[in-house]
Each structure stands twice: as C-alpha cells, then as structure tokens.
C-alpha cells in the first residue's frame, strides 16, 4: 500500500532567507512538488522563523486551496500559544505536534505521552475541536503509544532520523527498523494511523515501507531537497513517490 508524499518546505526556505531576495519562490517549489503529484505539503515554522517564515503560510494555503484542493497542508510545531493561533488561522489539513525546544537545532525526539499528557490533552481537544487532524511526534517505543491513543490523537509520526542516519549499516539499522516496525504495530493494534518522518531518503524508504506496509504519509524535507538541487524538484519528487510505494 502506499504511503503519501507530504514535501516539507522549510530546507528551501532556509536558501531563501540567505539573502533579501523572494528566490528560491517557497510558494513555487511547492507548486512544482504538487504539480508531480505530491499529495500535500509540510512546513515547520520555528519560533526564531529560521527557515519557514510565519508570512509563508497564508500563500501556502492558497496554494493548495486554489490550484490543487485535494492536496493537504501539515503543519509541524511545539503547541505554544502563538503556533496555536498560527494553526487556527491557517486551518490546515493536519497538525503535527513536536516537543522540540525553541533552542533545537532540529527535532531529535518524540513526546513522552505520559508525562506530556497534560500539556497535550488539552491541546488535543482545542485542535480536533477546530476540525483539525492531529498527528504525534512519536520515538520508536511501543510503550508510548496507549498513552497517544488516550490522549485521543488520531495519529502518531514515527520519528525515524535514528534510522535514516544509520541505514547503509546493516548491523544498525535492522535494530532501529524493528523499532520503527513494533511502535507501528502497536499504533495499528490502538486504533493509530502511522506517518513517519526525519533523514528519509530514495535509499532508505524501500526498507521501511516493508517493514510497515500501510504507512499512511511521509513527511520529508532536508534529503528531498538535496536532492532536488541535483535532480530538479518534479523529477525527484516522482522517485520519492516510487520510493514509498507510489
Ligand atoms: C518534525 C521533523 O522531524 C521535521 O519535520 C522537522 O520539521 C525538521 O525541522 P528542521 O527542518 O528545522 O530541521
Ligand atoms: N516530519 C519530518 C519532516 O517533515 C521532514 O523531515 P526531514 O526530511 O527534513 O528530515
């Protein structure tokens, strides 16, 4: 079964902000990844707006809203106040929540559901109510994830940069695949659909994709983008797709 292809945008909009220029147009690689067939897009606006600029996400919306209305926009951040009136405002698709600190030079964990539940099953509650899907930053621990499912989530993102970052080690990443594949049995089991996310690349998909075949989305940014310098962003946005089943 495939998964879908959400292309996160925040590695393009750190190229952007290099200088006081509109190129490379946000808007328009997204455009060029939709047009490929992508089936939505990620974008992760940070407090210090490093990369994805808050003024990115109105056009971003439009976007998918006038030109490709099937599509989906995701929305990835830790639920403080801001980024709750941020989200409320843009009225995406899904929200993925992360427990990242401000200071994080990127995510590198998922929640700790149990002792995170108060903060998030309000949060939770305040989002579905808007309508929105809500999606849960997850590390592969099985453990976790009746703890998601009672904070009534209806789905959690396997964070897979342990994964990704080890892949072409045999010895490494059968151990973090079983992981990743346990966690997704026990969300399966809970009622919990599975995206996943983090270093994915062409190479290391196909492997995943065995190990959880109903993997509902992928999110990815950093590697899809390195390779879109090289290959140009519909071309590589098609081998993404082949490469999660598409
Ligand atoms: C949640 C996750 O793993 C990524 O989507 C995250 O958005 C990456 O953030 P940076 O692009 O700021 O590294
Ligand atoms: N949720 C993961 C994501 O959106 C992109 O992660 P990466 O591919 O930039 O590592």
């Not at 056009?59 to 830790?78: K, T």
């Not at 089991?189 to 993997?215: C, E, F, K, Q, S």
């Amino acid at each position: 079964m495939p998964a879908k292809l959400s292309v996160n945008l925040n590695a393009v909009a750190m190229l952007r902000n290099r200088r006081d220029l509109p190129w490379p147009s946000v808007t328009g690689l997204g455009r060029i990844a939709l047009e490929a067939g992508a089936h939505g897009l990620t974008v992760h606006p940070r407090p210090d707006q490093r990369h994805i600029r808050f003024s990115d996400l109105p056009d971003l919306r439009a976007l998918i809203d006038d030109e490709f209305p099937s599509c989906e926009f995701n929305i990835e951040g830790y639920p403080s106040e801001d980024f709750l009136e941020l989200v409320e405002r843009i009225e995406p698709e899904q929200v993925t929540l992360v427990p990242d600190d401000p200071a994080q030079a990127t995510s590198d964990h998922g929640w700790d559901f149990e002792g995170q539940g108060g903060l998030l099953e309000p949060v939770i509650a305040r989002l579905k109510k808007s309508g929105f899907r809500v999606s849960l930053f997850s590390d592969a621990e099985p453990g976790g994830i009746a703890a998601a499912k009672a904070l009534e989530a209806d789905r959690v993102e396997l964070y897979t940069g342990p994964y990704g970052g080890c892949y072409d080690n045999p010895q490494k990443a059968a151990p973090e695949i079983e992981k990743l594949g346990k966690t997704a049995d026990a969300a399966r089991v809970a009622g919990l659909a599975v995206n996943a996310g983090h270093d994915l690349t062409v190479a290391n998909l196909p492997a995943l994709m065995r190990r959880i075949p109903d993997l509902a989305e992928v999110s990815i940014g950093h590697g899809l983008t390195a390779d879109a310098l090289e290959y140009g962003m519909a071309e590589t946005v098609r081998r993404f797709l082949k490469a999660c089943g598409n």
